[in-house]
């Protein structure tokens, strides 16, 4: 699917049965919300919201909330995402002549990365320069929410210094017509650009973009490696260049095809002020806690804008299919790193953080443990809590082969090790917030130097000489009818 606007992507989707208009009054206090909850449980339709209490802009929730979606929005760019990055990351400059020449044939598809400036861009076909956040259907989504939460924005930084951009998807709590919450995590780029302001002084320049080119949503929740620009990504992952449009309230670029654009400022010099809570993917309100406020000094949005929304809470719900198609982009970062790792599955009902199951090909002993404390030291892999290791034939995906797998090759004395570290801010369980308690767990088949002096036995498995004959007269026995 070649178009990459929301308004061009509705008739195509809607054609296929993979959206649905509701033309029925709904209100953003609560109602959008279970709406779109049951129908994503159902494994239903994206869904365009016509007529919203209190706004003039449509709403449009589920939209990722099919891995048939997300194919049909990304194509194969997810799964190239792995690769591409892994090539970003060891690109090497040219030394000699016959290197530069060979460079050549990529020139054209590198070209893709360089983000294209334009004037007179879509998202700032209408100006308010007297903002008004509730002018907007931000949903209010669980009964004991502080308020109204934007919870699919593009909130784009940059460093003070080296002009490194940051873009990540962090929720806004509307504090009222033009401030809101910032509610980005202290291990997140948002944060380290402001820890960077703040120590200059300096107010600090945030712009938010809703909607427009869904990868750009996705990638602002993907867990890039530090130094990879989203919209470089993008860019490579499209074909071609990103739009990008300088905002008008300050120095800040946009995705020029954003359908709303937030400008605005947080100034380090103010108090921090409560936020929260919030009904998060962890199933769980997320407590009040002090951060950082946002200040809307324009907004700017096409003339037929559509806001883009969420709905998280307890998994399994929309941000879960975005995670497992994080997982697979994930993996041959991983791979290039630790190549001994075969696979890798995050469950979704671990809210990401939680369990990470992985597959190794064992080469030595206690190989899982190194495994282990190698994917604690990798990015946001370092919120793990529970890191469960398997032979490589382990099928991970499989959970109930990984339970039986589990209770058949741990001993929980010998084969569990207990560490501390970072994790996750949502993470209610840990004594400290973002300090807590990490295990590993090796379940690979032991060998005599792990200490195992018994034999380990075969597994039970059929003749293939059987298996083979009784396929072929299977149709003999009758039993399919």
Known sequence: MAETTLQGLIPPLEKRGELKRVSTQVDPILEISEISQRVFHKKGPALLF?????????????????????????????????????????????????????????????????????????????????????????LKTWPKDAGHFITLPQVITQHPETGTRNVGMYRLQVFDEVTTGMHWHPHKGGARHFAQYKKLGKKMPVSVALGGDPLLTYLATAPVPEGVDEWNLAGLLRGQRIPIAQCLTNDLYVPAEADIVLEGYIDPEEPLRTEGPFGDHTGFYSPPEPFPVFHVTCITHKRRAIYPATVVGKPPLEDAILGKATEKFFLPIIQKLLPEVVDMDLPVHGCFHNFVLVSIDKQYPKHAAKVVHALWGLGQMMFSKFIIVFDKEANIHDYGEALWRIGTHVDPKRDTFLSEGPTDLLDHTSPLSCIGGKMGIDATRKWPEEGFQRPWPDEVEMSEDIVRTITEKWKDYGLDS
């Open 50 to 138: 016509e007529q919203v209490k209190g706004s003039r802009f449509p709403v449009l929730t589920n939209l990722f909330g099919t891995r048939k979606r997300v194919k049909i929005l990304f194509g194969n760019a997810i799964e190239e995402l792995g690769e591409v990055i892994s090539e970003m990351l060891n690109t090497e400059f040219p030394t000699t002549l016959k290197e530069s020449l060979s460079l050549f044939p990529k020139l054209k598809f590198l070209k893709a990365l360089i983000p294209k400036k334009v004037t007179s861009p879509a998202c700032q076909e209408v100006v308010l320069q007297k903002p008004d956040l509730t002018s907007l259907p931000i």
